[in-house]
Structures are given as structure tokens and as C-alpha cells.
């Protein structure tokens, strides 16, 4: 395995979402200067170009660091979610609509996603409710170079802008009620059919 500089360790344990890129960009560039010494795909390997890492504290790229954070983090939570719900679909429906003669897509259309509305309003909800309060993602990546949501607008009573604080706090607040309404009644309304 090729050693890694200790900057690149001083930065990893510094700054640890962010110093193991650079670390694995400087292990990808020592494995192909090492298989530049090949004898026969040592030619293929000279014409590699030496990679850099990427900063994601730039205004750029620290929006998609964000995106990629909060996707990681979220996604099996769903995926565990609409699996669970489709285990418990029908399965005697499903055979009588390929007896019918129905297509993949009217089975999925017709009986599949109407049986999945509860699960998608409920992921739905939680998932507006926790985006709501995202604030580490954003400081940690970005310190709000660049990108900036309620929360974060909220936490500037740290650098005494008050006002802005308290109205994007009860933006916030009417916004996560509108919703969690708007999705309960669908829920309910779904309960009762």
C-alpha cells in the first residue's frame, strides 16, 4: 500500500468528511505511478494525468457535497421503507392482472404505486421535517459559502442578525405545518379508503 504523506493524515483527522479525499487521490496517483513501471500496459499507464483532489469547500462543489451527505444518509431509511411496504402488496392481485392480461406497467401503475401512497407521503414528511433542520451538513461542508437554507439563515442570532433570524424561524415553522398537514390529510384520506 503506498504511504501517504503526513499532511494528508494531519488533514484527515482534522477535517475527517473532508481530508480522505485527498487521500484517495494521492493512493490512486502512487498505484499508477507504480503501474507505470509495467513492462507491457506500463506505456498505456504514462498517458494516466495525475489527479487532484476536489475542494468541496468551494462555492461549486459544496452544494453537491451537501446533496451527496444528506443522500447517503437518507436513502437506505426510504429504500427500507418502500420495501417493507411492497413485501406487503398483494400478490393473488397481481397474478389475477398478468391472468387478464395486464402489462408490467399497468400492474405497476394501477396497483403497485396506489399501494405505496402511505409509505411515499410518510418518507415524504419525515424527510421535509429533517431538511428543515439541516445545519451540520451545510456547515461543515460550506460554511455557508454559498449555500444557505432556513436553518442556516436561523443560525446567524450567532452573528447578531436578529431580525433575519427570527423571520426565516417562523417561515420555517409555517412551512414544516403546511406540509405535515397537506401530507396527513393524504394519509388519512388513504386510511379511510
Sequence with gaps: MPA???????????????????IAVEALNNLVKDL????????????????TPISFRATQTSAYAVII??????TP???LIFMTSLQSEDQQQKEAAVLDGATSWAQFR???LPHLARPIAIVVMIQSIFHLSLYAEIEIVSRGN????LPYLIGEFANNNIGAASATGIF??????????FLLRMV???LVD
Design 36 to 51: 507505470k513501471d509495467l513492462p507491457i500496459l506500463g506505456s498505456f499507464f504514462s498517458l494516466w494525468p495525475e489527479l
Design 69 to 74: 451527505m444528506v443522500t447517503w444518509q437518507w
Design 4 to 22: 501517504v504523506s503526513g499532511v494528508l493524515w494531519i488533514n484527515m483527522i482534522l477535517d475527517p468528511v473532508l481530508g480522505l479525499n485527498g
Design 77 to 79: 431509511f426510504a429504500v
Design 188 to 190: 388519512g384520506k388513504n
Design 172 to 181: 420555517a415553522v409555517i412551512l414544516a405545518n403546511i406540509i405535515a398537514i
Design 110 to 112: 394501477y396497483m403497485t
Design 146 to 149: 454559498g449555500n444557505k437554507n
